[in-house]
């Protein structure tokens, strides 16, 4: 490999002090890392969306305002328009988030371990991050609320259903957070669907809770990029000043509009994978490994000996999953997405063979 030229021009001085994120794209058969969809979305909506694309005047800027899709998601929620922004993935929304309300002088507010994303987009856009932890078992307690307070956030992340350990942020915890601090309270669902709960109903004019949303997840849209979320409008119009002009092109607002004509098909999909959570759930536990309980399509576990060496150990037989055992207050943990019936056995058996040869050396 060449190595790579020295820069003439310097960058950001504090982008240096950011780590990039970065997940494996490992070419493996079985791939359980990024809790996406393990289906494809139905076929029916493909073939509608092939179709409907040869009427895309493709010489013409698309719907700046994405308008038919926020149409459609505001009726999907039983919103407002203007209470309906849309970005290229949830990510983009995140990130409009921090250039609105945080930059610099300004602090976000996150609750550790959560998505490592929140904090990352904060820090690019230049905002201040105050990380408290949570506790043991990985809720968010009273005492670090009381902390959240203190800090004077103008955003606060709250993950709910948590990525990466699972379980949803209980409601009263999110009210007593709303409460303490005078910043937006962006709660991001983007596993929402396998939740008992959600924020949808809370948002309003006179409160400040943003609920995100995404394609990538149930959707199983992760291809096309497409995320938004439900705000008050006094947020969205300051989303959308935020956001660069035609930003949402036409193909992917066609797509995401479509799809909304398949949301039972996508819905369906969330039973069969809590049964398979739970399936794999119960299987884990019988090969001695520690699991967490989940809210969502994917597990965080605990295996016997170095996770390092299992998570390699996968690999070695094709099967891939997240790797978290580095990540802070996460040692020696892994996470798995909950995939097809079939790719969840191959996981399972992949599993049970990596632990019991590493008990076997360890003889
Ligand atoms: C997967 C995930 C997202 C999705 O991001 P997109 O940009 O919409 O693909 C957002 N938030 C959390 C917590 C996630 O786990």
Redesign the pocket.
Known sequence: MSERPKPLVASRADLALIEGYHSAQVDVSVRLN???SPASPPAAFVEAWLSALRDVELHRYPDRGARRLREGLAALHGVEVENVFVA???????QSICLAYGGAGRRALTFEP??A??AHIARITATDVVELARDSDFAITSAAVALAKAADPTITFV?SP???TGAAVAPEVVREIEDATAGLVVV?E??GQFSSWTAVPWVADDRRIVV?R????TWSL?GL???YCIAPSWVVSALESVALPYHLDAAKQLAGELSLGFASEMNDRTAWIVVERERLRDAMVDLGVTVWPSD?NFVLFRPPGEARAVWAGLVDRSVLVRDCSSWPRLDGCLRVTIGTPRENDLFLSALGEVLASNLKEGE
Request: net charge negative; charged share 15%; aromatic share 10%.
């Open positions: 990024t809790n996406e290229n993935g949830s990510n983009e929304v995140l959560s998505y994303l929140h993950c948590n990525n990466p991001d983007a596993y995100v995404t394609f990538s997840k992760a990029r497409l995320g969502a």
